[in-house]
């Protein structure tokens, strides 16, 4: 083993040491007033008993009986530099209190570098300062491993500074000393089960919220899936069932006429296979979020410029169609075209469907901010085969306009006839 190499180990060791175990500490406002407080109270007593410097015996309990001992002489005031010296010390360690949350091995780092230093035959001057500071080191401090030498280097110091000299307690004040701990134990007991039951309630509320979350986003999935799938088959189907009877109407009579009838459900059929596959190359994507590498999968969906398209389709299966567009024709948002195209299609499908016979107008209207669509017919008999859908083709469009922030509006028209009309707000340009 190199010297480089230990030096590496030594340095990987020393970032180990160095970094937090956790977050670090924030206190709050409340919690800063305590620790000023708690500063002063300390600076006051220490301050008071450096200036005073009677460090007389302390009660001393005797079983009854027992000779009382003979009373020492009074002791001697301090001198003027003692008292100074122990002031000075008393206020620096009761003034690095103030921040033993939000700085906690900095203080106690603080306070011992004053114990050590300034040795005085005074031990109370720092002992309990030193005392708050590491047990604020202790239960703040994210530096655990530095925070545990810092103690035991605390531990040591004051040993062999102060030697036997520490302060004691009378047996006045055991049973108080005994008490307090106790009831602060407690309270700090049943705070922390409070704050894990406060907890666990909380935790079943995030997951009761997060399950209602998912059901929701998988019925919202659904019907965008219905809707989607409806908007697909739906035109394309309903030109197939209409082409298929008039073939079986004719093909004994006018054979040519059935045969272009069959041609137009194969085309119609070919169509909704197309559509088809691009809807389900969405929902088949591979594991790692990839398209389909089918060329057909990677069409785009329908936008105005399939429009014609559209309504060729709609005109070879015997629904006379006229398409008006109106404004300055721009592109738009690939959403808003295909909201557009959807209205266009239910609107045609369900007058093939229910209106046989009429007449169809297709007017779109490119406005400044807006986009209007408007599909009217004049009026017919329903297909006999066909089934009503229920509305759900409407339902869907109201939904897929929403998204976009359009409206839709159905209803018969006074003059005979069903109007669909759908608006769409598009940025001005």
């Not at 010296?85 to 949350?101: E, H, M, N």
């Not at 070919?270 to 691009?278: E, I, K, N, P, Y």
């Amino acid at each position: 083993m190199t010297w480089l190499s230990i030096a590496q180990r030594l340095r990987g060791w020393a970032t180990l040491v160095a970094r937090p175990s956790g977050p670090p500490p924030r206190p709050t406002r409340r919690n800063l007033f305590f620790d000023a407080g708690l500063a002063l109270a300390v600076a006051v007593a220490a301050v008071w008993y450096a200036l005073d410097g009677s460090d007389g015996p302390l009660l001393v309990v005797q079983d009854v009986g027992m000779p009382e001992p003979p009373a020492p002489p009074p002791p001697e005031g301090p001198d003027s530099d003692t008292r100074i010296q122990g002031t000075i010390t008393a206020l620096a360690c009761s003034a690095a209190l103030v921040l033993r949350r939000r700085f906690p091995l900095t203080v106690l780092c603080v306070v011992l570098a004053v114990t050590t230093i300034v040795v005085s035959d005074e031990p109370r001057l720092t002992f309990y300062a030193l005392v708050i500071a590491a047990y604020s080191a202790a239960a703040y401090s994210p530096y655990r491993v530095p925070t545990i030498a810092a103690i035991g280097a605390t531990t040591v110091a004051v040993t062999i500074a102060h030697d036997s000299a520490l302060p004691v307690v009378s047996a006045d004040y055991v049973p108080l000393l005994v008490l307090v701990p106790i009831a602060v134990a407690a309270d700090g007991l049943r705070r922390w089960k409070l704050r894990v039951e406060q907890g666990r309630v909380r935790m079943a509320e995030l997951e009761r919220e997060q399950a209602a979350a998912v059901r929701r986003a998988a019925e919202d999935e659904r019907s965008r899936l219905a809707r989607e799938l409806h908007d697909v088959v739906t035109h394309n189907v309903s030109v197939m069932v209409i082409q298929a009877g008039a073939a079986r109407t004719v093909m004994a009579t006018a054979p040519e006429q059935a045969n272009e009838a069959l041609l137009a459900v194969e085309a119609g059929g070919r169509a909704a296979m197309a559509d088809l596959r691009q809807v389900m190359g969405l929902l088949s994507r591979d594991d790692d979020g990839s398209e389909p590498g089918d060329p057909d999968d990677l069409a785009p969906q329908p936008g105005l410029d399939r429009l014609n398209s559209l309504v060729d389709r709609v005109r070879a299966a015997g629904l006379p169609v006229e398409l008006t567009v109106t404004g300055r024709v721009r592109p738009l948002p690939p959403g808003i075209e295909l909201a557009a195209y959807r209205v266009v299609q239910e609107a045609l499908t369900n007058t093939m469907t229910h209106a046989q016979g009429s007449a169809a107008t297709v007017t779109l209207d490119y406005g400044d901010d807006r986009l209007r669509v408007d599909v009217a017919d004049t009026g017919g008999t329903p297909v006999t085969p066909a089934k009503s859908g229920g509305g759900r083709g409407l339902t869907g469009l109201g939904d897929r306009l929403a998204v976009h922030g359009g409206t839709l509006v159905t209803g018969r028209r006074l003059t005979g006839g069903y109007r669909v009309q759908a608006e769409l707000p598009v940025e001005a340009s």
